[in-house]
């Protein structure tokens, strides 16, 4: 017998049918937001969300709000029928596929901007971005009416920034960050590999590579600003074309720092073969360091 299907739902009228009989039956929602294009990445994210007991959405929307690029919108792979077979026997109860007018009904006028969390790191390099991904993000809360909401933390300045939207805005949902999945050489999982040639290929897991090296250092505490250059160096010179940003951030708020003094994350967007990787790694707090 094949895995059950999730049902497809796209609707929001049914949608809201299917919650309000989960929750008079006393049951709780869990989201995991996709753009489609799955991976282990999002299914790692939908194990996590179905193994909380709660009952299980997915969705998938490509939102225009949050390209910034014209091309690369039109390139975003849409892949549904895949994404369906993919999610068949996780524990998925419905994938949300709502279209555009549903997310955008003409006249619509309200952006969600979380401050200060949405400047600099890819904020600098995607204007509007973050704007248009906290909007959709609202709203599929709203219309999930989620009480989790899964996350990865390969997108780290999302996950704070949502985090930091639930929060601001009273919204009952908690968001649970999970861990990035790795190829066995190291590259993060992403939609955006796939788009890699075989020789950008093997050249990807200098990024992750340097990243680790230079957050050992800073654990045992160095400082960062050369050890940055010098990573920049390196990350090029092992065939990447550009790093647009490295830099060593608080874990807890994304503040600037120059050593590992709190628990630090370092974050990096870097370009190979034409595509524009992220990735980012946990620094802990250097040993014997002040705050
Ligand atoms: O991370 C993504 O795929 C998207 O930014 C999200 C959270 C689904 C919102 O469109």
New binding site residues.
């Given amino acids: 017998m094949p895995p059950p299907p999730a049902e497809i739902v796209r609707p929001l009228p049914v949608l809201r049918e299917r919650v309000a009989a989960w929750r008079r039956a006393g049951q709780r929602v869990a989201v995991v937001?996709?753009?489609g294009a799955l991976h282990e990445g999002h299914l790692s994210l939908v194990r996590q969300a179905a193994a909380s007991g709660a009952r299980v959405i997915v969705t998938l929307?490509v939102?225009p709000k949050?390209f910034n690029n014209a091309a690369d919108l039109a390139a975003y792979p849409r892949t549904e029928r895949e994404d369906a077979a993919k999610l068949a026997g996780l524990g998925v109860d419905i994938l949300y596929v709502p279209d555009g007018e549903t997310m955008y009904p003409p006249g619509f006028a309200t952006m969600v901007t979380v401050e200060g969390l949405s400047e600099g790191l890819c904020g600098a390099y995607r204007p509007g971005h973050f704007a248009g991904?906290a909007t959709?993000?609202t709203k599929l809360f709203t219309q999930t009416t989620a009480d989790l909401a899964y996350?990865g933390e390969k997108?780290f300045q999302?996950l704070r920034i949502v985090q930091r939207l639930a929060r601001d805005l009273d919204l009952q949902v908690e968001v649970v960050g999970c861990a990035t999945v790795r190829e066995a050489d190291g590259l993060a999982m992403s939609s955006r590999n796939a788009r890699l040639s075989a020789e950008a290929r093997l050249a990807a897991p200098v990024l992750h590579a340097e990243m680790q090296r230079v957050a050992r250092a800073l654990e045992a505490g160095a400082e960062a600003r050369a050890l940055l250059a010098e990573a920049t160096q390196r990350i090029v010179a092992g065939g990447y074309q550009a790093v647009e940003y490295l830099e060593l951030r608080a874990e807890a708020d994304l503040a600037p720092q120059t050593r590992a003094a709190v628990p630090c994350r370092l974050l990096a967007a870097a370009w190979l073969g034409g595509v524009r990787l992220i990735d980012n790694v946990a620094v802990a707090r250097a040993a014997g360091s002040t705050a």
Avoid: A
Wanted: negative net charge; glycine residues 0%.
């Fill in positions: 937001p996709t753009m929307f939102n949050q991904m959709v993000v996350f997108d999302q």
